[in-house]
């Protein structure tokens, strides 16, 4: 196995171009840039002072998780081996840096012998260099429905887990959502309801979809690249490199249980961080309305409703959307929801 390099001008078009670092079957002549790491996570890391370690990887090397540093991304430093991970690694391994803990978050591959089940370990690290023993934060829910592999990455508040499920029944892999607040207790979404959902029988991605680190998000939606294939997981098959769009913010969201129900979504005590309440949704001939639960002058009645598709929609009462007077207090939000769909709300000045 091994890491190959490609470069895109729209994310559309790809080019692969010969570098000239790896020999591969007697020549050069090639986009190689590592040869050797199972599942490798790389990734440019915004934080780091030192140039040389500007690019980190995350994979299985031989026969233990390692780490590997590049200034470019092209030409990277010899494996670096951490056994203490104690992770059997045969996945998409793939890290990011968690803010809240100040430390560095890998996630990889455990197994269950005892019951013959993939797990999703967790791992985190200081430097980068020194490693936490994995542990399990995910499983599926049974031998026949594994977690294969999880991609994580921050978004909004949360983290976001792209996770990879294999049905041994199918012998197919789909690709769900799984979200969690710290990195380390983790709650799956729909389960078996794909993010991705895999094409028709003979089509290039009807056996296995696996997601690719990481979604690229851009004002007009979010790209999700994925890898598909035309058969199933155990068999021989083609691989594709696929794109998914998403709407802006269109990762999940709440929406009645019919069509002619009304929805309402009452949320937990949360800070008021700005002087307006911004929200995205979906409107199907219906409309939102949201309001500050018990404050006078921002109820739902005082509310100008949402009649259409929005992102980052600023909300307007009779007196104006002005929340100044909530900024730094704690207040509920309340959501009446007809025929819409709510994706995300957060405040803004």
């Known amino acids: 196995m091994g890491v190959c390099y490609a470069i895109s001008e729209d994310g559309i078009s790809w080019e692969k171009p010969e570098l000239g670092l790896v020999e591969f079957q007697g020549s050069k002549a090639n986009n190689i840039v590592l ?17 040389q370690r500007r690019f980190k990887a995350f994979f299985r090397g031989r026969d ?8 470019d991304g092209l030409r990277w430093s010899d ?3 951490c056994p203490e991970i104690q992770a059997r690694g045969d996945t998409h391994n793939n890290w990011l840096w968690a803010p809240e803990l100040g430390r560095y978050v ?42 294969y592999a999880m991609i994580v990455f ?20 789909d ?21 991705i959902p895999r094409g028709p029988e003979g089509s290039y991605d009807w056996g296995c979809v696996f997601a690719a680190a990481y979604p690229v998000v851009r004002k007009d939606g979010i790209r999700l690249y994925y890898a598909g294939s035309d058969g199933r997981h155990s068999d021989w098959r083609r691989g594709f490199f696929c794109l998914a769009h998403l709407r802006p913010d269109g990762f999940a969201g709440l929406e009645p249980i019919g069509e002619e129900v009304t929805g309402t979504v009452l949320t937990a005590p949360i800070e008021c961080a700005g002087r307006r309440l911004l929200l995205s949704a979906d409107v199907f001939n219906g409309s939102v309305r949201a309001a500050i639960a018990g404050a006078d002058g921002f109820g739902l009645e005082n509310c100008k409703p949402i009649l259409s598709s929005v992102a980052g929609e600023a909300v307007v009462w009779d007196g104006g959307g002005d929340l100044s007077k ?16 709510l994706y995300a709300f957060g405040f803004s000045d």
């Open 35 to 51: 040869r050797g790491p199972h599942g490798a996570g790389i990734r440019r890391d915004k934080r780091e002072t030192d140039p």
């Open 64 to 71: 233990q998780m390692c780490v590997a540093f590049s200034r």
């Open 79 to 81: 494996p670096i081996p």
């Open 106 to 147: 890998g996630f990889t591959r455990l197994w269950d012998r005892k019951e013959g089940v993939r797990l999703v370990g967790r791992t985190e690290s200081a430097d980068f260099l020194n490693w936490t023993r994995a542990e399990e934060v995910l499983r599926g829910e049974g031998p026949d429905r594994q977690t």
């Open 154 to 173: 921050r978004y909004a508040s949360l983290y976001l887990g792209l996770l990879m499920v294999l049905n041994r029944d199918e012998d197919t892999v």
């Open 175 to 195: 690709c769900e959502l799984a979200v969690s607040v710290d990195t380390i207790r983790w709650e799956r979404i729909c389960t078996g309801t794909p993010l």
């Open 326 to 341: 909530f900024v730094g207090k704690r207040v509920q939000l309340l959501f009446e929801l007809r025929s819409a769909r």
